[in-house]
């Protein structure tokens, strides 16, 4: 009877070790990246009647993209992530240093199209994604609107 005894409790703390081991593995680390992504549109002008033209002032807005994790060492990928609605987004990672890609996102290239990132132990790092627009011009002739784009970063 004490050999059973002993055999359980031998075998409740292997459990137990077993256990914890694996609860301690599956915790997701304090590091990472997390940030948001925005779109920036600079000035643009309206004529409001003929020859005269007003300044709209630069808009900044978040928004949903998507981006390429790289090893900064080997440059292997380590994953593909993308932001929620509100453009932002959190990867966890452990400390080291990573490149980090975004998508182009309307046939507009991110600024800058890559950047390393730094993680450090037990926090993580603020990075932020940037596209924006050339300027628009929006032109009226009478009665028809016309609204040219010029595109690009």
């Given at each position: 009877m004490k050999s059973k005894i002993?055999?359980?409790?031998?075998?409740?703390?292997?459990?137990?070790?077993?256990?914890?081991a694996h609860l301690l593995l599956a915790?997701?680390?304090?590091t990472g990246i997390q940030g948001q992504a925005f779109i920036h549109i600079p000035q643009f002008l309206v004529e409001v009647r003929p020859g005269v033209f007003v300044g709209v002032g630069d808009f900044t807005c978040p928004v949903v993209t998507?981006?390429?994790?790289?090893?900064?060492?080997?440059?292997?990928?380590?994953?593909h992530?993308?932001?929620?609605?509100?453009?932002?987004?959190?990867?966890?990672?452990?400390?080291g240093k990573y490149l980090l890609v975004p998508d182009t996102l309307l046939g507009l290239a991110p600024t800058p199209s890559s950047f390393e990132v730094t993680v450090r132990a037990k926090q993580y790092t603020e990075v932020e994604i940037h596209y924006r627009l050339a300027p628009i011009e929006v032109v009226?002739?009478?009665?028809?609107p016309i609204i040219p784009f010029t595109g690009g970063p």
């Amino acid at each position: 009877m004490k050999s059973k005894i002993q055999l359980l409790k031998l075998g409740l703390v292997v459990l137990l070790l077993a256990t914890s081991a694996h609860l301690l593995l599956a915790a997701p680390p304090n590091t990472g990246i997390q940030g948001q992504a925005f779109i920036h549109i600079p000035q643009f002008l309206v004529e409001v009647r003929p020859g005269v033209f007003v300044g709209v002032g630069d808009f900044t807005c978040p928004v949903v993209t998507s981006f390429t994790i790289l090893s900064a060492h080997s440059n292997r990928a380590l994953g593909h992530f993308a932001t929620d609605a509100g453009g932002t987004f959190e990867v966890p990672l452990p400390p080291g240093k990573y490149l980090l890609v975004p998508d182009t996102l309307l046939g507009l290239a991110p600024t800058p199209s890559s950047f390393e990132v730094t993680v450090r132990a037990k926090q993580y790092t603020e990075v932020e994604i940037h596209y924006r627009l050339a300027p628009i011009e929006v032109v009226t002739w009478p009665g028809f609107p016309i609204i040219p784009f010029t595109g690009g970063p």
